[in-house]
Structures are given as structure tokens and as C-alpha cells.
């Protein structure tokens, strides 16, 4: 630690630019062609979302020099709700542009190490600095020399990578899990498909999904405001289920039916707006309206869950024929939604071959929250020096 200094963002960076709207030059977006990165792509994980990708033509690529980006750069999201937000450009996503919400920052590899850099502005005292930097306004945003105002650490190099490379083993761990579990879930999905629809027997019974589980929908919950700091729970919303729990989520008091208390593995289906299905993966929350925690008595996880995202594709199509400005299911459309009910024999035997790979699912999902803890708890220790690396 004796070895560090102090010193600013800016003294770091070897260019600090931004994108370019394809538009402003003439150019057009497409529907494959070039990654263009806006920056609801960029997460507080640090890590690109590709899925999120938009794309412009080779003409238009060439034409946006100044957005180009290379290997390492650092995005930084200047403006809006994203705020502060940074990840790494990784060779894999190469050629791509961005925008001008986003800072190209390229720093001098000589003196700062990417993933270091990275880290450092991805701890959430860092990131509230920034929006107070920018005045808290409707519109927040900073500007370039304001990035490089940003006071940071400068351990040696070879800390930097020892400290990034600590840091960077956690993220791996997950990345990993993430990808067993797309793999649990596929395997499970496959399964399914094979049993219900390729398989299925012209015997079997067929019952309306409402009558297979429970569709408890969730609270107003502006009406259940915490007590006090302590018996509080965040809650879950529908952005929540998508992104997860952060910041800026709202909080209710935990004094409410336990049924309406939601944990890592239970079924949620959003059935307003963003209408999706998904086992939580969280910490424990209350379950806002327009939310259904779905359970059952009668049949296992596995099967209401599976059955549910059966239908989703067909819940979607019936939200969207609604002439309203947020579609929505209703209860008579699980009414509808038919599921084919097989012997309790016939029952007992898939459970025994699809429910451990459900079961891994939501181990997974916990080890996950667990990893993230540790290293959310020790990027500040690393990065102050109370905590240190052997190199």
C-alpha cells in the first residue's frame, strides 16, 4: 500500500471519446450486420449484454471512425438512467460502434490496467459520486473532464492485474453457473417437449392451467411502506424480475402474509406489460401486483413451471391484441390455456428424472447470490487497501 497513489481518471487515459448516432452521418441501422452497443447493453456487472445488440451496415461502420472500438476500451455511461455504468470491450463482440450516451475510454496500458479500472468504477461508492456529480438533474449527465476529474488508486501494475485478476476469478465462477444453468434449463425444456408433445398420450387428461396451480397476484405495495430500517424487504416488481434488485428498487414492509413473501427458487409470472416466467433468483422480497407467485398442492415445481412457460409465447400474443397502452392476460386466458395431465405414476417417474435438474437450477441461482456478495464485499476492501493480493 505504500506504494500507491492517488491521481486522476484522466491522468490514465490515453483518449477519451464518444459515439456517434448513425443517423447524424447519414447512416441507417439494420437488422444484422455490425454490433452497435447502446447503453442499456452495458450492466452494473460490468459485462456487455449482447442480446441487447442493435446493428448498422459496413458502409455505415466505416463512416462512424470516431465511435469505432478496440479491444479494452472502457464504455462509460455518461447520461440517463445508466449513469455511471461501465464494462470492458472484449475482442469476441469486434468490429462494433456505440453511441454518444456512451464514453470511449482507452487508457494508457502502461500505467492502468482495464479490468482494474473497470472494478474501480463499478463499486457503488463510486458510482453515487458520479450522479451527484451530475447534479441529480432530470437529465443527468457528465461530461469528459468530469470523467477525468475521478480520483482513483494507482497501485503498480502488476497489483492492478493481481487485484483485477482476484476480482476477475469471482465473475468467472458465475459466468459459469449462468452457463449451467442455460444448460439445465434447455435439458429441462427438451424433456418436456419430448414427454407433452412428441409423447403424449391421447389418454392423458387435459385440465386448465389455473386448475393445476395457484395465481396469487402480488400487492399494491405502496400501501405496505416499511416500519422502520429494519423489518423491511425490497420489492418485486416486473423491472426487478428482469434486471434484479438494485438501488433504486422500492421497499415495503416484510409484516405482510407470508404468501406474499417471495425467495430464490419461487415460480413468478409477470403477467402485465413485459410478460414473462421465471424462477426467482433473488433475495427474499414482497411481490408487487401485476406479479403471480404461482404454487401448487397438488403437482410439483417443475411441471407448473414448464406448463407456464409452455403458454408464454400464447400469453404474449393474447397482451398484445389488447387495444390498451399495457397488454395484459386475465384470468379467464389461464382458464383457456389447457395442460395434459399424465397418470401419478407416469408423474412420479419424470419428477424423479427433471426435478434434480431444477433443483441444480436454483442451487446454482444461490451460489450465484452468494459469489456476487463476496465480491461486491471485497471490491472496496481490495481497492482501498484493506484488503491485499499476493503477487
Known amino acids: 500500500m505504500s506504494k500507491w497513489k492517488e491521481c486522476k481518471l484522466g491522468e490514465l487515459i490515453e483518449l477519451v471519446t464518444k459515439g456517434t448516432t448513425p443517423t447524424t452521418l447519414g447512416g441507417k441501422f439494420t437488422n444484422k450486420g455490425i454490433n452497435f452497443i447502446k447503453s442499456e447493453s452495458v450492466g452494473y456487472n460490468g459485462r456487455i449484454d449482447k ?27 455518461m447520461a440517463g438512467v445508466f449513469l455511471g455504468k461501465n464494462a470492458i470491450v472484449t475482442e469476441d463482440i469486434l468490429p462494433a460502434n456505440t453511441n454518444q450516451a456512451l464514453a470511449i475510454i482507452r487508457l494508457n496500458q502502461d500505467k492502468a490496467f482495464p479490468k482494474f479500472v473497470s472494478y474501480y468504477l463499478r463499486q457503488e461508492s463510486v458510482i453515487e459520486f458520479i450522479n451527484n456529480m451530475s447534479g441529480q438533474s432530470a437529465q443527468p449527465n457528465i461530461n469528459f473532464e468530469e470523467i477525468k476529474s475521478i480520483e482513483i488508486p494507482c497501485p503498480p501494475l502488476s497489483e492492478q492485474k493481481a487485484i483485477a485478476a482476484v476480482l476477475g476469478s469471482l465473475d468467472n465462477k458465475v459466468d459459469l453457473l449462468h452457463r449451467q444453468n442455460t444448460t439445465l434449463e ?3 425444456e427438451t424433456l418436456f417437449r419430448q414427454w407433452f408433445i412428441v409423447d403424449a398420450k391421447a389418454e392423458w387428461e387435459q385440465r386448465p392451467l389455473s386448475l393445476i396451480a395457484n395465481f396469487l397476484n402480488g400487492l399494491a405495495c405502496q400501501k405496505y411502506p416499511p416500519e422502520n430500517e429494519i423489518d423491511k ?18 421497499w415495503a414492509t416484510k409484516n405482510v402474509k407470508p404468501e406474499y413473501i417471495v425467495q430464490n427458487g419461487d415460480v413468478i409470472f409477470a403477467w402485465s406489460a413485459s410478460l414473462m416466467v421465471k424462477m426467482w433468483n433473488g433475495e427474499d422480497c414482497v411481490l408487487n401486483q401485476h406479479l403471480f407467485k404461482v404454487t401448487s398442492g397438488e403437482f410439483p415445481k417443475w411441471y407448473y413451471y414448464m406448463w407456464s412457460k409452455h403458454h408464454l409465447d400464447e400469453f404474449i400474443a393474447i397482451a398484445a391484441s389488447h387495444a390498451t397502452t399495457m397488454g395484459h392476460i386475465k384470468r ?10 399424465p397418470s401419478d405414476k407416469e408423474l412420479e417417474e419424470m419428477t424423479a428424472i427433471i426435478e434434480p435438474l431444477i433443483n441444480k437450477f436454483i442451487s446454482n441461482n444461490k451460489q450465484i447470490n452468494s459469489i456476487i456478495k463476496l465480491r461486491d464485499t ?4 481490495l481497492m482501498s487497501g484493506q484488503a491485499t493480493v499476493t503477487i
Open 51 to 77: 442480446s441487447k445488440f442493435v446493428f448498422i451496415d459496413e458502409e455505415t461502420h466505416q463512416k462512424l471512425r470516431r465511435s469505432q472500438l478496440k479491444k479494452d476500451d472502457i464504455l462509460f455511461s
Open 186 to 188: 434447455a435439458l429441462a
Open 233 to 250: 424487504l425490497p420489492v418485486l416488481k416486473i423491472k426487478e424480475l428482469s434486471s434484479g434488485i438494485s438501488e433504486s428498487s422500492d
Open 332 to 341: 379467464k386466458d389461464l382458464d383457456e390455456a389447457m395442460v395434459l395431465v
Open 378 to 381: 471485497t471490491l472496496p476492501k
